[in-house]
């Protein structure tokens, strides 16, 4: 096969879907038995939605959640005050989407196993790889029951504690966010609205949060424990839990669907790439839960590594295109987990700064940028959404091709598509954009354009 994606989490099912539309042969493989149960990560910021639109996904995903509501402040049984989660801001015509929506993780990936199905890819579950070799042609893997798979190259999206970056030798560095122990569980609860994610903090710094889970009947249960307190996992420690730290009885929480116990801190892989094995999600970068970064970006290294993988293994580009892919995603993932580690500690505001829609790759070598006076939209950048000749730009990318705004192709090709303009928010001159919805080149004519192109694939045939 062309490429084996170890885990089925949000990173490796986001990948899956892609190679598949690209018609790239590859296998996602789950240890467990089943999707993962519960809702670690439940907040999807506008770049991914952009990238779940891009993915033929984005409607399913928005019918399983919904918006976040307010906050309310609890003190001794009482409401004491109720406070907006994020900064808010006003859609515009390229940016459609500006705010989190809310779906479960269990409900994202079963909206992304369900793309991946219907595009023709499958996960193998049940299947643990414990051990990875690698050579020149290809990466053979390991599994559990002694048998193994060979692929010519392995994505690792296998989580926090990555078997693959171990195998590999990557180390990862990084800081204790918060030394005090938290909790997060899914719970089913009497006696409180859901139209609040309900706050009961307490002066020495430990509480407990409820939060109704769009889409679902459930609560998200977050807590944080007093130093020197084991969380109890169980069913009665949870009703102990809130029984203690809110008005409500233990007999309120009438059902736990999953839990986990963590200390947040943060984890920066040294490499995303060993030769042919490329490491994605938390297995690259591991973030504290606040700010809702940590699944985001690893959908979007998912969705840097796709294309780059999909034109290297089909011969329409040079294996260096590889490279770009640490080159990009390790610093965005840099600075994500500065960002989250921000917001945790009540340093930054959830808002324009979390939502990653100004995240860009201007200072990579993918990005030229050969116009004299560029405008506001540079190589390197988002392209925003915007009409031309009636078209929506966010429809005209969709799809596993490159796309020319202000040009006709200079030769015919399947991989790239053309349209006569750009917007006039884009400012003057020509843009290609790439499958992952970044300029890749910018011009005020089309000299030095089809060298780029053709160097990054972009006018090979597409699957």
């Known amino acids: 096969m062309d490429v084996l994606i170890v885990g089925a989490g949000p990173t490796g099912l986001a990948l899956g879907i892609d190679l598949a539309r690209r018609g790239v042969e590859a296998l996602v493989v789950e240890r467990a038995d089943r999707l993962f149960p519960g809702s670690r990560g439940k907040g999807l910021q506008p770049r991914t939605q952009e990238v779940f639109h891009d993915l033929g996904v984005l409607e399913a995903i928005r019918a399983a959640g919904g918006p976040y509501p307010a906050q309310m402040i609890w003190k001794e049984g009482e409401r004491v005050g109720e406070q907006q989660m994020f900064e808010k801001f006003e859609p515009d015509e390229g940016t ?3 705010e989190p929506w809310m779906v479960a993780q269990w409900r994202t990936q079963e909206v992304l196993h369900a793309r991946l199905t219907e ?6 579950f049940g299947c643990e790889v414990v051990a990875v070799d690698q050579d020149a042609s290809g990466v053979t893997a ?24 171990e195998a590999l030798g990557v180390a990862m560095s990084g800081d204790t966010v918060d ?3 938290n909790l997060v569980a899914d719970i089913r609860l009497r006696g409180l609205d859901r139209d609040h994610w309900h706050m009961f903090p307490r002066d020495d710094g430990s509480g407990v949060a409820l939060c109704p889970l769009a889409g679902t009947d459930d609560f998200q249960l977050q807590a944080r424990h007093a130093g020197g307190t084991t969380p109890d996992l169980s069913l009665e420690g949870i009703r102990a839990l809130v029984a203690t730290y809110t008005h409500l009885g233990a007999e309120a929480v009438t059902g736990l669907r999953w839990a986990s116990d963590f200390r947040p801190r943060t984890g920066l892989a040294d490499r995303f790439r060993a030769g042919r094995v490329f490491l994605a999600g938390d297995a690259a970068h591991i973030h504290s839960p606040a700010g809702g970064q940590g699944l985001n970006t690893s959908v979007q290294d998912a969705y840097n590594l796709g294309w780059k993988l999909g034109a290297v293994l089909r011969g329409a580009a040079p294996e260096s295109l590889l490279d ?12 994500m987990l500065d960002l989250s580690t921000a917001v945790h500690r009540g340093e930054v505001r959830r808002g324009r700064a979390t939502v990653q829609l100004g995240l860009e790759y201007r200072a990579s070598s993918l990005s030229q940028e050969t116009r004299a006076h560029p405008g506001e939209v540079r190589a390197g950048d988002r392209a925003p959404d915007g009409t031309v000749d009636g078209v929506r ?4 990318f969709r799809g596993p091709h490159w796309t020319l705004l202000g040009a006709t192709a200079p030769r015919a090709a399947s991989g790239l598509r053309s349209l006569p303009a750009a917007p006039a928010s884009y400012g003057p001159g020509l843009f290609l954009i790439r499958p992952d919805g970044y300029v890749g080149w910018a011009g005020d004519t089309t000299e030095g354009l089809a060298e780029y192109a053709t160097r990054r694939g972009a006018f090979a045939p597409t699957a």
Do not use: H, K
Request: glycine share 12%.
């Open 324 to 335: 770009t892919y640490e080159e990009e995603r390790r610093a965005v993932a840099a600075e």
């Open 119 to 124: 595009l023709g890819g499958q996960v193998a």
């Open 96 to 98: 459609p989407w500006t």
């Open 393 to 396: 730009l966010f429809d005209a």
């Open 179 to 181: 030394p005090a122990p």
């Open 142 to 165: 390991r599994l559990g029951d002694g048998t193994t798979l060979r692929a010519r190259c392995l994505v690792a999206a296998d989580g926090g504690r990555s078997v693959i970056r």
